[in-house]
């Protein structure tokens, strides 16, 4: 019965595909309705905790796999920015999507708002957790307008408030809601789509924001206006945010505190100044000090005879030495 009403209601179908509708067999607790977890959030409201996110010794294995994740703890606070860094590989979708359960972890306990998640119904957790997907992952079929408008939707919000909601998002990712509204995904570029991707995770003014690579396809330019938009987003509603990124200069931009992870393990967390001053391991000096090494070496192509540039040979950059050689 749930299959054929999904396959004759297309936006019952992508919402399901986004799993913000429960899918069957979904464990949803019994007993206690899924508390709000916005409500919940802002210091001084009920059920309030230090730790908006608090990750406990979880791990993730795949069918055959050895630990995606492995024994994995972090804390974020309330208005944080923690962005996980790491390689390609690393677990840094997967521990993202564990937050809010569209992987359920195979071991340890995920508190939201000093609430363990297992408790809560998945689905409405997801609902109030704006969640950027890596790669955009827009609904090709949904104009941008709806796109923006989905969870709202889901969530029964009268149609004149979703629709000065859409308005409102659309400028302030830099997409006037009059030019692009109507728009389909295919009619967008690349980081157009992302910033809807971005508009859609805030819309329905969650308090926490789930973000995978959400500036991967974008240029430089563009990339640094997003970024600086999202600072300001992210201090005007005190957001809390997790982001992924395996680009060590957005990390060092945007964080508060920079989680460095390998091959599932949190190698190191701390303030970005803390990672440079002290890396406890080879991986984290390697991953900050590139993009001083960059610098170096754009040095070196800017000022080939400016003895400074010719300095950062020595620190082992092979690129800098063929450029002044
Ligand atoms: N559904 C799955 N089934 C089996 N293995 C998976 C699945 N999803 C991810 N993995 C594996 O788990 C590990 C961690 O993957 P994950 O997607 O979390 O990495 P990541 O750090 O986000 O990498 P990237 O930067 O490339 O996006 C990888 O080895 C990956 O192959
Ligand atoms: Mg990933």
Partial sequence: MNIIRLLFNQEDLLAHLYRLVPISGERVPSGKPASCVDDRIRPGTKGYRPGMISIREVS??????????????????????????????????????MINRLIEPSEGQILVAGEDTARLDPVQLRRRIGYVFQGVGLFPHWRVADNVAAVPRLLAWPEERIRARVDTLLTSVGLPADEYRERWPSELSGGQRQRVGVARALAAEAKILLMDEPFGAVDPVTRDGLQRELVAVRELLGLTVVLVTHDVTEALLLADRIAVMDEGRLVQVG?????????????????????????????????????EAGRTTETGTGGSDEVLS
Avoid at 66 to 89: I, P
């Fill in 60 to 97: 993730k294995r795949y069918p055959g796999q050895v630990r995606a994740v492995d024994r994995l703890s972090l804390e974020v606070s309330a208005g944080e920015t923690l962005v996980l860094l790491g390689a390609s590989g690393s677990g840094k979708t997967t521990t993202l999507k």
């Fill in 271 to 307: 303030r970005p100044a803390e990672l440079y001053a002290r890396p406890k391991s080879g991986v984290v000096e390697r991953l900050l000090d590139m993009p001083r090494r960059q610098t170096d070496r754009l040095q070196a192509i800017v000022h080939p005879r400016d003895p």
